[in-house]
Structure formats: structure tokens, C-alpha cells
T-cell receptor, first 113, second 116 residues
Framework: DGGITQSPKYLFRKEGQNVTLSCEQN?????MYWYRQDPGQGLRLIYY???????QKGDIAEGYSVSREKKESFPLTVTSAQKNPTAFYLC????????????FGQGTRLTVV | AQTVTQSQPEMSVQEAETVTLSCTYD???????LFWYKQPPSRQMILVIR??????QNATENRFSVNFQKAAKSFSLKISDSQLGDAAMYFC?????????????FGQGTRLTINP
């Protein structure tokens, strides 16, 4: 089954810790994205990547880092510099080109304890 | 910067009735697409319908259709014969960029409740 998989579903972080959210896709998509979702707000773009070993900052990249060493994988690290990391995080992938559908994972709920 | 606005935080409709969700947007692109995504309780976003700005005919997917008014920059979603499974958050979205990665700009969302 082709799709996009995020893990874990729930993640708890202590103050000052870095945590990494996993995102894997087997759709052979070139583009991958990380979005953050807060209550009452739409999704906001954190980082995106169009090709292996290249990625770009989105609107709210501060306190986050990513890597794209393989086409299938785009992990997101939430660093201790992110002051308010509690949120729902969604990963998406897409073929390049206008109007193509973005496919989303099931998300990771991150909570700071 | 591109903006997408959904002015209805919540909507409700009786089962089998019709409901319309509103969306306005602002873009500097000459050709673009617009999307409606659905986020059910499982929280996985699913594409409902898409519209290319150059096409005059409004897009339709079964019970879902759009009313696209380009001059007014309005892109509403009509759901006919509402079903309990339609209950979800609905997001209007517009991609930023013409080539390469299509970074989606989302509205704030509308929570749709279906009353049996």
C-alpha cells in the first residue's frame, strides 16, 4: 500500500530536550513538507524539500531542523529553542508541478511535559 | 504574501440537507489552483476537490461542488445530501509558487457538524 507514515502518533518532550518526528513515504514523491497545526488555526509551513539533500525554510522554521538524506524520508527535529512546541504536526508529500494533490500522514501530537 | 480566509469557524447542517462553506483568497499569481481539504476526527487530511483558476467550469466531485468566482476571489464549497461521514474540519488552501514545490497556504478551517 502506497502512503505516507508518521511516527510516533503521540510524543512527550521534557523541557530542554530535542525530539525527532519521523516521516516516510513510498509514493516516489519529490516534494515533502512539514506543517504545524494549532487549535483554531490552519496549518502553517515549517520546512519543505523538493529534492534530496536540499530543503527550505517555511513560515515558522525557528526552533526546528530537518534533513533529507533519502527521497523517502524527511524527519523533523523540534529543538529546545522552540519555545512553544506543543502542537499537532503533519507531514505531506507531493509530486512536483501545479495543482498536484498533497498526501498527508496521520500526524504526530507533541506535548511538552 | 498569499492569504486564505475562512470566516465561518463552525457550521452545522441537518443530514441530507445542503451546506455551503465560504473561502476567500488573495494571490498575485495569474494561474493557480485552489483546494478544499477535509480533516476528519482521525486528523489525516484528505483532498475533497480542486479547481484550476483558468477553467471557467466549476469543479464537481459527486456530492461536492465549488462556486468559484475569480474576480471576487471567492471559492466556496457546497456539500449536497450531507451525510454523517461528512462531519470534519474543512480547510480551503491555495498553493504558493508556480514551479517546483507547491507550498500550501491554508485558511483557518471550518468545523462542520452533521445533525441526524
Amino acid at each position: 500500500d502506497g502512503g505516507i507514515t508518521q511516527s510516533p502518533k503521540y510524543l512527550f518532550r521534557k523541557e530542554g530536550q530535542n525530539v525527532t518526528l519521523s516521516c516516510e513515504q513510498n509514493l516516489n514523491h519529490d516534494a515533502m513538507y512539514w506543517y504545524r497545526q494549532d487549535p483554531g488555526q490552519g496549518l502553517r509551513l515549517i520546512y519543505y524539500s523538493q529534492i534530496v539533500n536540499d530543503f527550505q525554510k517555511g513560515d515558522i522554521a525557528e526552533g526546528y531542523s530537518v534533513s533529507r538524506e533519502k527521497k523517502e524520508s524527511f524527519p523533523l527535529t523540534v529543538t529546545s529553542a522552540q519555545k512553544n512546541p506543543t502542537a499537532f504536526y503533519l507531514c505531506a508529500s507531493q509530486t512536483l508541478g501545479m495543482g498536484t494533490e498533497a498526501f498527508f500522514g496521520q500526524g504526530t501530537r507533541l506535548t511538552v511535559v | 504574501a498569499q492569504t486564505v480566509t475562512q470566516s465561518q469557524p463552525e457550521m452545522s447542517v441537518q443530514e441530507a440537507e445542503t451546506v455551503t462553506l465560504s473561502c476567500t483568497y488573495d494571490t498575485s499569481e495569474s494561474d493557480y489552483y485552489l483546494f478544499w481539504y477535509k480533516q476528519p476526527p482521525s486528523r489525516q487530511m484528505i483532498l475533497v476537490i480542486r479547481q484550476e483558476a483558468y477553467k471557467q467550469q466549476n469543479a464537481t466531485e459527486n456530492r461536492f461542488s465549488v462556486n468559484f468566482q475569480k474576480a471576487a476571489k471567492s471559492f466556496s464549497l457546497k456539500i449536497s445530501d450531507s451525510q454523517l461521514g461528512d462531519a470534519a474540519m474543512y480547510f480551503c488552501a491555495s498553493p504558493e509558487g508556480i514551479q517546483g514545490a507547491q507550498k500550501l497556504v491554508f485558511g483557518q478551517g471550518t468545523r462542520l457538524t452533521i445533525n441526524p
